[in-house]
C-alpha cells in the first residue's frame, strides 16, 4: 500500500468530525474518531471467523464450562466478539444503537474489551447518542475498509499514527511523544540490529524487544519485521509500556491482531510503576520526550536513587527536574541480560536524544556522574548525529545513543562518532515540524558507515572519513580543577568605608560601636599598605577616643571587610600562614583526564598569573560529549573585495529601483 493510499483512508475516519462539529470541541475528535477505528479494524480482522466464533459461544452458554480457549482458537486470534451483531447491523438500528454497541463492545474477550475501556468509549456512546451523532458515526464507519487484505497490520500503524498526528494538531498536544517518524525508526533497528546479523540467522533464534516509551508500538513493529526479515524462523516477543492511554489501547490492540501477547504492553509510568520489573531483553530501544519534567515521579525516583543505590536503576545519578531522558537510558540500561563467560547473552539499546544529554551538567553533577557510569562501564558503542527537522514535534538537531554490555574486541573500550546531518532529502509536503526524511539510501549509507567505522577512520581516503571518528572513553572525561589567587589588599579610610561600617551588623551590636565610629572619623583619607600598619593606627584612634579595642575573629573579619581594597600590588592576606583564596579571581578549567593537573597549571595558568595555585580539594571528574566541537570544520570569513563587490552591486540594483520610482 503506497502512502496516499492510507491517507485517503486517514482521511475517511476523519471526515467524521463533519458530523461533530458543534456537539464536539476539535481538540476533542479524536476520543471518538480513535476508538471508533480501532472498533472498526478490530471487527474486519474478525470478520471470516465471526460467525463460527458467535455459534461456538451460543453452543457453551449454559454449559457450565469456560470456553475462552475454544473461542480463541475458532476465532483464530488471542480475542474474539461472541456476539452476532455488527456495526452494519447495529446502524441500521438507529433506535436501538447505544444499546446494541454497548452490548456488542461487550461481547469481546477481556483483552480487546480492555482496549476499548482506555478510551472511556462508554462515555462517548452516551454522549453520542444523547446526540443523536451515534448511528451516524456508527455508518461512516461501516464503510471503511480496513480488512487485513485491504490493509496490512505495517499500514494500518501509518494510518493511526497519521490520526494521531491531526488529533495532536488539533489538541495543541505533541505529536511526537507518541510516535517516531518511520523511516527514523528504520534506520535506528539496523543500526541496533547490524552487528547482529550472522546470530539471528541461527535456527530456533528467539529475541526479546523492549520499549519503555512504546507509544503506539511503531519501534517494536519495526524491530520484528527487521528480525523476521533477517530468519523467517525467529521468535520475536515485544514487550512495551506506555503512559498515554490512547496510544497504549492502540499499541495493545495491533499486538493483538499481530498474535503477539498484548498482555507484554504495560500501562503506567515506566519510573513509579516498572511494568516489566526483574526481567532483562535482548535488544531495547526508544524515543522518550525530549526535555520532559520527572516531577511527578520524583518522590518514587529519588527514593529508590537513595534506598537501592546501584542495586536500583537509578544509583549512577538523578539528572535535573526538567529533563528526565537520563532516566530512560538508565531504566534501560538495568535491564541489559548480562555477558555470561564464553562472551554470550548481553543487550543492545538504542535510544533517541536531542543535544542536551551530551553535555548538560557539570563535573559532579547527576547528569555528568551518569556519562562517566556509562563510558567508565564501556557501555556506550556509539552516537550518531542525525539532521534537523525529521520529527514532528521539533525541528531541533536529534541523536541516536547506542549502547551494549556485548563490544566486539575491536570496539572495547572505544566510541565511534558519526556525523550524519547531511543524509537527508527535502519532504514534497512538511508535516509539523518534520521537513526533511531519511531516503533508502540515506539508511543504507549510515548503516553501512557505522558499521566499517573502525576501518574508514584508519583510511583518509575513504570520501566520507570526514564523518566519522573514533574515541577512547576516556577521552570524553575531564578534571574540573579550582584555580585560586590571593588575596591581596591594602587599607583606607573612606567616606565608603565609614558607610560600610554602619552598616555591618557584626560591628554594630559591639558596645564600642560609637567610639569606632568616631575613630574611623579622626582617619579619614589615611591609607596603609599592610594590615599590620592599619590595625596599629585604629587601635590607636580608638585608645585616643577613649575605648577599648574589640577582640574576637568575627570583629577582625568584618573590621577587613569594611576598610579592606582589593589592590594587585596590595598585601597577600594569610590564613595559618598560608595565602586566602580571592573568591572574586576564583576561576575554573577543565583539564583532560589523564593529564597531570600541575603541569598543566604551570604551562597554561602561570604564564598569566604566576601566583595561581590549584585547590585539590575541590577538583572533580566529569564526562561530557562535545560533539559539535569535534566536527567542527572552520570556514574563513569571505575576501572583503567579494563583499565590497556585492554591496556595489546591491547599491546600483537600489538605485536603479530608485529612479523608476521618481520617474
Request: charged content about 25%; hydrophobic content about 40%.
Amino acid at each position: 500500500m503506497n502512502s496516499s493510499k492510507h491517507t485517503e483512508l486517514a482521511n475517511h475516519a476523519w471526515s467524521v468530525a463533519d458530523l461533530l462539529r458543534g456537539d464536539y470541541r476539535q481538540s476533542d475528535y479524536g476520543k471518538v474518531i480513535l476508538p471508533f477505528t480501532v472498533l472498526r479494524r478490530l471487527e474486519c480482522v474478525l470478520e471470516p471467523t465471526r460467525e463460527k466464533v458467535a455459534a461456538l459461544a451460543e453452543q457453551h452458554k449454559d454449559s457450565g464450562i469456560d470456553p475462552h480457549r475454544f473461542l480463541q482458537r475458532a476465532s483464530g486470534h488471542s480475542f474474539y466478539n461472541k456476539s452476532s451483531l455488527t456495526l452494519k447491523k447495529i446502524a441500521a438500528d438507529p433506535q436501538n444503537a447505544a444499546q446494541n454497541l454497548q452490548v456488542y463492545v461487550g461481547a469481546f474477550s477481556d483483552n480487546a474489551r480492555g482496549v476499548l475501556e482506555r478510551f472511556e468509549f462508554a462515555q462517548q456512546i452516551k454522549r453520542l447518542d444523547s446526540a443523536g451523532l451515534l448511528y451516524k458515526i456508527i455508518g461512516k464507519f461501516t464503510d471503511l475498509d480496513l480488512h487485513p487484505d485491504v490493509v496490512p497490520n505495517h499500514n494500518m500503524g501509518y494510518i493511526f499514527e497519521e490520526l494521531i498526528r491531526r488529533f495532536a494538531e488539533q489538541s495543541n498536544e505533541t505529536a511526537g511523544e507518541h510516535f517516531t517518524p518511520r523511516e527514523v525508526i528504520q534506520l535506528m533497528v539496523r543500526l541496533l540490529v547490524a552487528p547482529d546479523g550472522d546470530g539471528l540467522h541461527l535456527p530456533g533464534t528467539v529475541r526479546t524487544v523492549l520499549d519503555p516509551a512504546c507509544g503506539t508500538g511503531g519501534m517494536l513493529s519495526a524491530m520484528d519485521d527487521l528480525i523476521t526479515e533477517l530468519n523467517p524462523d525467529a521468535t520475536v516477543e515485544v514487550y512495551g509500556q506506555e503512559l498515554n492511554p490512547e496510544s497504549w489501547a492502540i499499541c495493545r490492540s495491533d499486538l493483538m491482531i499481530k498474535g503477539q501477547n498484548p498482555e507484554n504492553i504495560a500501562f503506567g509510568n515506566s519510573f513509579s510503576d516498572d511494568g516489566h520489573a526483574r526481567k532483562s531483553f535482548d535488544y531495547m530501544l526508544a524515543n522518550p520526550p525530549f526535555g520532559v519534567e520527572w516531577k511527578k515521579v520524583k518522590e518514587e525516583v529519588e527514593h529508590e536513587h537513595k534506598s537501592l543505590g546501584e542495586a536500583g536503576r537509578f544509583g549512577a545519578g538523578l539528572p535535573r527536574i526538567n529533563d528526565g531522558s537520563l532516566l530512560f537510558l538508565q531504566h534501560m540500561i538495568s535491564k541489559m541480560k548480562p555477558v555470561d563467560v564464553n562472551g554470550g547473552g548481553g543487550s543492545r539499546l538504542a535510544i533517541v536524544f536531542n543535544g542536551s544529554p551530551l553535555f548538560t551538567g557539570a563535573a559532579g553533577s547527576g547528569e555528568s556522574e551518569i556519562r562517566r557510569w556509562i563510558l567508565e562501564n564501556d557501555w556506550l558503542e556509539g552516537i550518531v548525529a542525525l539532521p534537523d527537522q525529521l520529527f514532528y514535534n521539533t525541528g531541533i538537531s536529534t541523536y541516536f545513543w547506542i549502547l551494549t554490555n556485548r563490544k566486539s574486541p575491536d570496539h572495547k573500550g572505544k566510541v565511534v562518532l558519526l556525523d550524519a546531518r547531511d543524509q537527508w532529502q527535502k519532504m514534497r509536503k512538511s508535516l509539523g515540524d518534520k521537513r526533511k526524511q531519511l531516503g533508502p539510501d540515506h539508511i543504507a549509507t549510515v548503516v553501512k558507515l557505522y558499521g566499517e567505522a573502525l576501518a574508514v577512520v584508519d583510511d583518509p581516503e575513504h570520501p566520507l572519513h570526514g564523518k566519522v571518528k573514533v574515541f577512547r572513553n576516556e577521552d570524553f572525561g575531564y578534571q574540573r580543577i579550582t584555580v585560586e589567587r590571593p588575596l591581596k589588599l591594602r587599607f583606607e579610610v573612606t567616606e565608603e568605608a565609614l558607610a560600610a561600617l554602619e552598616a555591618s551588623k557584626t560591628i554594630q551590636k559591639l558596645p564600642q560601636a560609637p567610639v569606632l565610629a568616631d575613630a574611623f572619623k579622626s582617619l579619614m583619607g589615611a591609607s596603609w599598605g599592610t594590615k599590620q600598619e592599619a590595625w596599629l593606627a585604629l587601635k590607636d584612634a580608638v585608645v585616643q577616643a577613649g575605648g577599648t579595642w574589640p577582640t574576637g575573629a568575627p570583629f577582625t573579619k568584618a573590621l577587613r571587610d569594611v576598610i579592606g581594597v582589593r589592590d594587585p600590588e596590595g598585601e597577600v592576606q594569610l590564613v595559618k600562614g598560608q595565602p586566602e583564596p580571592d573568591g572574586e579571581l576564583r576561576d575554573y578549567e577543565n583539564v583532560p583526564l589523564g593529564e597531570d593537573v600541575e603541569e598543566y597549571l604551570a604551562r597554561e595558568v602561570h604564564p598569566h598569573v604566576p601566583d595561581a595555585w590549584i585547590d585539590g580539594s575541590k577538583t572533580k571528574v566529569g564526562y561530557e560529549v562535545p560533539f559539535t566541537r569535534h566536527f567542527y570544520v572552520y570556514e574563513p570569513p569571505r575576501p572583503m573585495a567579494d563583499i565590497d563587490a556585492e554591496l556595489k552591486a546591491l547599491e546600483a540594483e537600489i538605485q536603479g529601483l530608485l529612479g523608476e520610482v521618481t520617474e
